[in-house]
């Protein structure tokens, strides 16, 4: 069970007290360590239900061994997985020389679900501060040491370090550094911590009370089918006939037999009679209640009903498990994570997150990953090995794999069907929708060997330029609906990457200003006599976008803040985030995708479209910078809004407007990420597909529309039409489909592509 003495190992290097003055000692006792060598938790006497309960192990049990399956990584800057990292080697391999990595994050697991909290201890060496060189799980209870009495709400950036209270009697003090410290916050107290299993507790007890009584009705005999009624005797004959029965009607082989009594109740006390005994409400509610708490105790654990019970179909059951990964376990890996993130990598170049690749139940069906793979290998997004490792095949032979498929088909497979120099044969490819130029070519040397042929006869003269006639062109909808899922899919990773910088940065100088009392009791005051004045002005209006009227990127699911130039500055939200700053990162941050999707569309057309030249150079710029003005100045007004509304709420906790401002970022990380890299994904692409048709001499494009459920009636109209280059589709309103100077509501997350048709001759 880990290393319980682990931290005596230091007793002789650790007996001074800690350097700062101890002004309180906050109680956290998460767990103990019992003589049965079993961790039992140490929160209340009722705690010792978990271990009665099948349905609470099984809840937890799910939760751990699930989540510790699978593997932490570390990623660089790029997104990258850094092959080695101590950390992973940590998490992964072998965090102490008496404990296994799986072990480890199990009991992490089991701990957090308990307790709402696990403590690790990272031996840093003689020097207390060095690198860390193996981690151990603290079974003992623990105390934060806080340099703020409790009344003052101590937070997490008070904390001096812990004190372990070791069974023997021994306090060994250890310093924040030497403490990883992993718990589910509380939402109304910064150093306290939430259990699941105080949500399960109620429904796990009152189980266990209808267990009792049913062990009980058994161990009694269960209920009586009936009453013999005995007539008047006098007591002394009564006690004797009683005793001289109860030998063979207690116990459970005797249970259903008649119960023996003098007389009934305001009977007349003439002669014997017999009277019926039924069920009573509550024990025909039995089975009832016991199915009712277990579905209770499920639901406080987040564990789906068709993932813990029988006679659910295979489906259920997948899709329960899929719930229970994508709901449960993984937000609460991601807490960990973060916690690693910020105490163990305080460089903004790594990442620490877990493989959420390898779990089968976040991933769609196998057809789904061909697909998907399918996908990025036509856009060039992977290497052919790559791919075929995601699909569970070996590298190709010779380091072929080791390309992407277009420079693969140029130099091993450049005709369809037929075999390269190394044997291999092309990818089974829909040659079909090949570019009008390369056809061109092809019909241009098959009549030239046809003229040669017959040189002989005919006088000798220059194979003629056709000038061939060329109708719809474009790549096939299959095809674009691919690309838009890859390049969308890259644009959301970028989103949520600015997203948590941004969140780390704000939180960050946030908790530094609550760091400092007199700066930040001055702020919070100036932030609450603002927000009330504004408030009595009627200055500011807080409303969530209409989806009708802005674009993608202003789009939030949370209310927004709106006033004349000015109001703003009354409340400093640019304290915590510089706009100008956030306008320039977001911009390096999504320039990447938007080129992505701007080459992509315009290779669809033009075989040598460049993202490169001066003029489609400039556009993608102008379009990247406005792309991020909108986006960076919809989280300033979210903040806002949020900064404001904890004004008008006077009272509410420094924790509780950490909360707030963290809703911001989740809100751009899930809501606004998708739709941004949607909308920006089809508008880039489909603007650089009109420019390369332009360039190579298209004179109209045709609106295809992706006639599902989810397309617009506008857009189905549009389907087909046809316009010049220059004109705009009259049904959809746009110049193209994701067309940002288009109304709002026919481009925000549109799937339609273009075609282009060329003169006839």
Same mark, same amino acid.
């Given at each position: 069970?880990?290393?319980?003495?682990?931290?005596?190992?230091?007793?002789?290097?650790?007996?001074?007290?800690?350097?700062?003055?101890?002004?309180?000692?906050?109680?956290?006792?998460?767990?103990?360590?019992?003589?049965?060598?079993?961790?039992?938790?140490?929160?209340?006497?009722?705690?010792?239900?978990?271990?009665?309960?099948?349905?609470?192990?099984?809840?937890?049990?799910?939760?751990?061994?699930?989540?510790?399956?699978?593997?932490?990584?570390?990623?660089?800057?790029?997104?990258?997985?850094?092959?080695?990292?101590?950390?992973?080697?940590?998490?992964?391999?072998?965090?102490?020389?008496?404990?296994?990595?799986?072990?480890?994050?199990?009991?992490?697991?089991?701990?957090?679900?308990?307790?709402?909290?696990?403590?690790?201890?990272?031996?840093?060496?003689?020097?207390?501060?060095?690198?860390?060189?193996?981690?151990?799980?603290?079974?003992?209870?623990?105390?934060?040491?806080?340099?703020?009495?409790?009344?003052?709400?101590?937070?997490?950036?008070?904390?001096?370090?812990?004190?372990?209270?070791?069974?023997?009697?021994?306090?060994?003090?250890?310093?924040?550094?030497?403490?990883?410290?992993?718990?589910?916050?509380?939402?109304?107290?910064?150093?306290?911590?939430?259990?699941?299993?105080?949500?399960?507790?109620?429904?796990?007890?009152?189980?266990?009370?209808?267990?009792?009584?049913?062990?009980?009705?058994?161990?009694?005999?269960?209920?009586?089918?009936?009453?013999?009624?005995?007539?008047?005797?006098?007591?002394?004959?009564?006690?004797?006939?009683?005793?001289?029965?109860?030998?063979?009607?207690?116990?459970?082989?005797?249970?259903?037999?008649?119960?023996?009594?003098?007389?009934?109740?305001?009977?007349?006390?003439?002669?014997?009679?017999?009277?019926?005994?039924?069920?009573?409400?509550?024990?025909?509610?039995?089975?009832?209640?016991?199915?009712?708490?277990?579905?209770?105790?499920?639901?406080?654990?987040?564990?789906?009903?068709?993932?813990?019970?029988?006679?659910?179909?295979?489906?259920?059951?997948?899709?329960?498990?899929?719930?229970?990964?994508?709901?449960?376990?993984?937000?609460?890996?991601?807490?960990?994570?973060?916690?690693?993130?910020?105490?163990?990598?305080?460089?903004?170049?790594? !990442?620490?997150? @877990? &493989?959420? +690749?390898?779990?089968? /139940? %976040?991933?769609?069906?196998? $057809?789904? =990953?061909?697909? #998907?793979?399918?996908?990025?290998?036509?856009?060039?997004?992977?290497?052919?090995?790559?791919?075929?490792?995601?699909?569970?095949?070996?590298?190709?032979?010779?380091?072929?794999?080791?390309?992407?498929?277009?420079?693969?088909?140029?130099?091993?497979?450049?005709?369809?069907?037929?075999?390269?120099?190394?044997? !291999?044969?092309? @990818? &089974?490819? +829909?040659?079909?929708? /090949? %570019?009008?130029?390369?056809? $061109?070519? =092809?019909?241009? #040397?098959?009549?030239?060997?046809?003229?040669?042929?017959?040189?002989?006869?005919?006088?000798?003269?220059?194979?003629?330029?056709?000038?061939?006639?060329?109708?719809?062109?474009?790549?096939?909808?299959?095809?674009?609906?691919?690309?838009?899922?890859?390049?969308?899919?890259?644009?959301?990773?970028?989103?949520?990457?600015?997203?948590?910088?941004?969140?780390?940065?704000?939180?960050?100088?946030?908790?530094?200003?609550?760091?400092?009392?007199?700066?930040?009791?001055?702020?919070?005051?100036?932030?609450?006599?603002?927000?009330?004045?504004?408030?009595?002005?009627?200055?500011?209006?807080?409303?969530?976008?209409?989806?009708?009227?802005?674009?993608?990127?202003?789009?939030?699911?949370?209310?927004?803040?709106?006033?004349?130039?000015?109001?703003?500055?009354?409340?400093?939200?640019?304290?915590?985030?510089?706009?100008?700053?956030?306008?320039?990162?977001?911009?390096?941050?999504?320039?990447?995708?938007?080129?992505?999707?701007?080459?992509?569309?315009?290779?669809?057309?033009?075989?040598?479209?460049?993202?490169?030249?001066?003029?489609?150079?400039?556009?993608?710029?102008?379009?990247?910078?406005?792309?991020?003005?909108?986006?960076?100045?919809?989280?300033?007004?979210?903040?806002?809004?949020?900064?404001?509304?904890?004004?008008?709420?006077?009272?509410?906790?420094?924790?509780?407007?950490?909360?707030?401002?963290?809703?911001?970022?989740?809100?751009?990380?899930?809501?606004?990420?998708?739709?941004?890299?949607?909308?920006?994904?089809?508008?880039?692409?489909?603007?650089?597909?009109?420019?390369?048709?332009?360039?190579?001499?298209?004179?109209?494009?045709?609106?295809?529309?992706?006639?599902?459920?989810?397309?617009?009636?506008?857009?189905?109209?549009?389907?087909?039409?046809?316009?010049?280059?220059?004109?705009?589709?009259?049904?959809?309103?746009?110049?193209?489909?994701?067309?940002?100077?288009?109304?709002?509501?026919?481009?925000?997350?549109?799937?339609?592509?273009?075609?282009?048709?060329?003169?006839?001759?």
């Amino acid at each position: 069970m880990g290393r319980r003495h682990q931290p005596s190992r230091a007793r002789g290097r650790r007996a001074a007290a800690p350097g700062a003055a101890l002004d309180a000692l906050r109680d956290r006792r998460p767990i103990s360590f019992s003589t049965g060598s079993a961790v039992t938790l140490n929160l209340d006497p009722e705690s010792r239900g978990y271990s009665h309960s099948a349905v609470a192990y099984r809840c937890v049990a799910a939760i751990a061994d699930n989540g510790s399956s699978i593997d932490m990584v570390v990623r660089n800057g790029e997104g990258e997985v850094i092959q080695g990292h101590w950390v992973s080697q940590l998490f992964n391999k072998k965090p102490n020389p008496h404990m296994s990595a799986l072990v480890f994050k199990n009991v992490i697991l089991q701990q957090g679900e308990l307790a709402g909290q696990s403590l690790v201890y990272l031996d840093r060496g003689e020097t207390r501060l060095g690198p860390v060189q193996g981690a151990y799980i603290i079974y003992d209870p623990v105390q934060p040491v806080v340099d703020k009495p409790a009344a003052d709400q101590p937070t997490p950036g008070d904390l001096l370090g812990f004190v372990v209270n070791r069974a023997d009697g021994q306090r060994i003090p250890l310093l924040p550094e030497e403490v990883l410290w992993l718990r589910y916050p509380h939402p109304f107290d910064p150093l306290g911590c939430l259990a699941p299993w105080k949500a399960a507790r109620h429904a796990v007890d009152m189980d266990a009370f209808a267990r009792e009584w049913q062990r009980s009705s058994y161990q009694n005999g269960a209920s009586p089918t009936g009453v013999i009624y005995l007539g008047e005797m006098n007591e002394t004959s009564y006690l004797q006939a009683k005793a001289a029965w109860r030998a063979e009607m207690q116990g459970p082989a005797n249970a259903g037999r008649n119960l023996l009594v003098a007389s009934p109740p305001g009977g007349s006390g003439k002669g014997v009679s017999y009277a019926r005994v039924g069920l009573t409400a509550e024990e025909m509610d039995y089975l009832e209640s016991r199915v009712a708490n277990a579905s209770e105790v499920a639901l406080a654990f987040g564990v789906p009903h068709d993932y813990l019970f029988g006679q659910s179909t295979y489906n259920n059951q997948q899709s329960a498990k899929t719930t229970l990964w994508s709901d449960t376990i993984k937000p609460k890996l991601d807490i960990i994570a973060s916690e690693v993130d910020l105490r163990l990598l305080p460089s903004e170049a790594e !990442d620490a997150t @877990w &493989d959420y +690749d390898s779990v089968t /139940a %976040l991933q769609d069906s196998q $057809d789904s =990953v061909a697909n #998907r793979v399918r996908a990025s290998t036509y856009a060039d997004l992977m290497m052919i090995d790559e791919g075929r490792a995601q699909l569970g095949l070996g590298p190709l032979p010779d380091g072929l794999g080791q390309h992407t498929l277009t420079p693969y088909r140029a130099q091993f497979a450049p005709v369809q069907g037929q075999a390269a120099a190394s044997g !291999d044969r092309a @990818w &089974d490819v +829909d040659w079909s929708q /090949a %570019l009008a130029p390369d056809l $061109d070519a =092809v019909v241009e #040397r098959a009549v030239t060997r046809a003229l040669t042929a017959v040189r002989g006869v005919l006088p000798a003269v220059p194979a003629p330029r056709l000038e061939l006639t060329r109708g719809t062109v474009g790549p096939s909808v299959a095809q674009v609906q691919a690309d838009y899922d890859a390049i969308e899919a890259e644009g959301r990773a970028a989103v949520r990457r600015l997203a948590k910088e941004q969140q780390a940065a704000v939180l960050r100088d946030f908790d530094r200003l609550m760091a400092k009392p007199q700066r930040s009791a001055d702020w919070l005051a100036t932030l609450l006599t603002q927000a009330a004045a504004l408030a009595v002005e009627g200055r500011v209006r807080l409303a969530a976008p209409d989806g009708e009227q802005v674009p993608a990127a202003e789009m939030s699911e949370l209310e927004l803040a709106s006033g004349p130039d000015g109001w703003e500055q009354r409340i400093k939200a640019r304290d915590l985030f510089d706009p100008r700053y956030w306008r320039k990162r977001t911009a390096e941050a999504l320039t990447p995708f938007i080129r992505r999707a701007a080459k992509r569309g315009g290779q669809g057309v033009q075989d040598g479209f460049d993202v490169d030249q001066p003029d489609v150079a400039q556009a993608l710029a102008d379009r990247v910078d406005e792309l991020a003005g909108q986006i960076t100045g919809t989280t300033q007004r979210a903040l806002e809004a949020q900064l404001l509304q904890h004004g008008v709420e006077q009272g509410e906790s420094v924790a509780k407007l950490r909360a707030r401002l963290q809703k911001v970022f989740t809100d751009l990380s899930d809501y606004r990420a998708e739709m941004i890299a949607r909308t920006e994904t089809v508008g880039a692409y489909n603007a650089a597909a009109l420019s390369a048709a332009l360039d190579s001499g298209a004179v109209r494009k045709k609106w295809l529309a992706t006639n599902d459920a989810r397309t617009r009636q506008s857009h189905r109209l549009a389907n087909g039409d046809v316009v010049p280059l220059n004109k705009r589709f009259t049904a959809s309103q746009s110049r193209w489909p994701g067309d940002p100077a288009a109304p709002a509501n026919q481009s925000i997350n549109c799937r339609c592509t273009l075609l282009f048709e060329y003169e006839e001759n």
